[in-house]
Every structure is written in C-alpha cells, then in structure tokens.
C-alpha cells in the first residue's frame, strides 16, 4: 500500500536536495536513512532465515520457489551461504508483488477491470507478462506528472493533489488492485479540506464526489458483508453535512468566480449522481437478465473508473495550480511581449 505514495515521496525528497539550490549533504542523508530503513524492515527476514538455516529448516521446494528466481539471467547454486536469504527475499518481493494472481481478482472500478468486463476488449487472452509489463507502462505513464511536478517545484501546497494523483494514478492502472485500496487516493484528496481554503465549494464539492462515489463503487463488496444500512446512513450524513447531491446542492450554486465549480465539473458531478441514484434503483429493483447477471456490478464498475480518472485529472490540475508553474509562464510570456 505504501508503494501508491513511494514515488511521490521520492521525488520530493530529491527535489528538496536539488531546488533552490544543490544541497549533497541533505542528499547523502536522505540516502544513509533510506537504507537504513530498509535494513531495520529486512532485518527480521534475515534473522529468522539464519535460525532456519541453523535448525536445518528445509527450503521450499522447486515447484514452490517464487517465479522472481526462474527470471534470473544467471544460475544460483543451492550449496552457496547465501542461497536461503535469496529465496526468502524474492519469496517476500513475490507477496509484495501479487503477479501470479492476475491483473484483478474481483470487479474493482479501474480501467483494466472497466476495459475487460464492459467487453470493450477482453484481457484474459494475453500473457500475465504481457499485462504486468503493460500495467507497469501506464502506471508510469500516470504518474509521471504529479512526480516531475514535485520534483521541479516541491512546495508545500503541491504534497496533498500529487499524493493523491499518484496514488489515482497506482489505482487505475496497476497490476493486482483491491477495492478497498481507493482509500489511499481518498486520504490526501480529503484533508484537501483541512487547508486554508478547504472548504470552497470547488474543492468541498470534488473532496465529497470523490468519497461519495468511491463508497458506491464499493457498495457490492458492503452489500455482501451486510453493511447497507451503514453504507445509505453515512454517505447521506457526507453528503448532508457538505452539501452534496442527492441531499443537497449548495455547493453548486456558487459561480466559478467566487470559489465554485466550473460548468464542466457541474455536469460531470451532477451525471454522476444522477447514474448511481439510477444504478441503485435499478439494482434494488430490476433482476439482471440470465445471460448477464452481473450487468449491475459492470455498470458500477465503468462508471466509477471513469469518475476516478477525473478525480486523477482534478488532482493533477490543482498541484499544476499549486506549483506556480503556470504564473511563472505567463510572467515569461510578458515579459516576450
């Protein structure tokens, strides 16, 4: 989970070594932490595969060695010392990394999931290599920009919409999601509000879409563990105390001038709420059809991957805003003229 928020980490410690100016020694201690950290994570791995190796605990056998050490261009021998910390650690990256269990294991609201089950094209028929190298391509792809964004100007006010366009970005395009990992987009989306200014209603309106549509998205996996009533209760009281659809609209009545959304948001906003209002009558009402039974849980799955790939959008527009990037062209622009 940590990794939706490694990269933009990353980049903001290596651009606070390098912006406003070149600082090596804050560089050599961030890297002298780095590793220490990874070394206190390991340490315990490492220990108890020498007391393994003590106690002659047999290693696991050919069959059940993680798919990471067939890969390797160079043979291991099983007689060198460190043959049992290599299976271990690749044993830990192998669960770490879920590669072997598909590119999604239940219906969870991101593109490939949308892409295959919406029939727009069928993924299944490609290699597992194939789709994590493709997955790993587009997750780059994604979050590639808020990370050059903190990279190049690591503010403050730039952290919270690049976490969570990172994090959008891991969501929608990576290998092996959960639906319960939208949580991690939604935290720093969310304490959006707790800033000065937070409480707009461009941003109030976006923060509550966000949530609202990712605890719709997760309505199926709720409504098997019993949870409905939890679910309509508080979503309604968010949407209540933010003044959001279907309770309120108070938050959209405010023009983009003086804080509010934009009429490209509005319709946006307002389609959506329309379609899980709808999808919710029509799951609680009308059966599927037998040839597809599911047609209900695809529909909330389409529906809430392209509402997350705005919210990705959005995110990403407000750390552009927040890094001065934009002000700074204009100024160049005047100052050409």
């Known amino acids: 989970?940590?990794?939706?928020?490694?990269?933009?980490?990353?980049?903001?410690?290596a651009g606070i070594c390098i912006l406003p100016k070149i600082q090596p020694l804050r560089f050599i201690g961030l890297a002298i932490v780095t590793f220490a950290a990874f070394a206190v994570l390991l340490l315990p791995l490492f220990i108890g595969t020498a007391y393994d190796v003590y106690r002659n605990v047999p290693l696991p056998s050919d069959a059940s060695l993680p798919p990471l050490l067939t890969t390797i261009p160079f043979?291991?021998?099983?007689?060198?010392?460190?043959?049992?910390?290599?299976?271990?650690?690749?044993?830990?990256?192998?669960?770490?990394?879920?590669?072997?269990?598909?590119?999604?294991?239940?219906?969870?609201?991101?593109?490939?999931c949308a892409v295959h089950s919406s029939g727009i094209h069928k993924l299944h028929q490609y290699d597992s290599s194939l789709l994590s190298r493709a997955a790993l391509a587009?997750?780059?792809?994604?979050?590639?920009?808020?990370?050059?964004?903190?990279?190049?100007?690591?503010?403050?006010?730039?952290?919270l919409p690049a976490f969570a366009a990172t994090a959008w970005g891991f969501f929608l395009c990576s290998y092996q999601v959960h639906e319960k990992n939208v949580l991690l987009p939604l935290l720093p989306m969310t304490l959006l509000l707790a800033r000065e200014g937070g409480m707009k209603p461009a941003i109030r309106a976006w923060v509550g879409y966000a949530n609202i549509l990712a605890c719709w998205t997760m309505f199926p996996l709720l409504k098997r563990d019993e949870l409905r009533i939890p679910y309509f209760v508080l979503t309604g009281l968010w949407a209540y105390l933010l003044g959001l659809p279907p309770l309120k609209v108070g938050a959209y009545m405010i023009s983009g001038h003086d804080g509010g959304l934009d009429v490209l948001s509005k319709i946006i906003h307002m389609g959506t709420y329309l379609a899980i209002v709808a999808w919710h009558f029509g799951e609680a009402f009308v059966p599927p059809p037998e040839e597809k039974p599911d047609i209900w849980v695809v529909a909330n799955v389409c529906v809430g991957a392209a509402g997350f790939g705005f919210c990705y959008l959005w995110c990403l527009w407000r750390a552009i805003q927040a890094s001065g990037l934009l002000k700074q062209k204009v100024a160049v622009v005047k100052k050409t003229q």
């Open 1 to 13: 989970m940590a990794l939706f928020y490694a990269p933009a980490v990353a980049a903001y410690l």
């Open 138 to 159: 587009l997750t780059l792809t994604f979050i590639a920009p808020p990370c050059a964004l903190l990279f190049f100007s690591p503010k403050r006010e730039v952290i």
């Open 75 to 112: 043979d291991l021998s099983e007689k060198a010392w460190y043959y049992p910390y290599i299976v271990q650690l690749a044993q830990a990256v192998h669960r770490i990394f879920p590669f072997a269990r598909g590119l999604f294991e239940d219906k969870v609201a991101n593109l490939w």
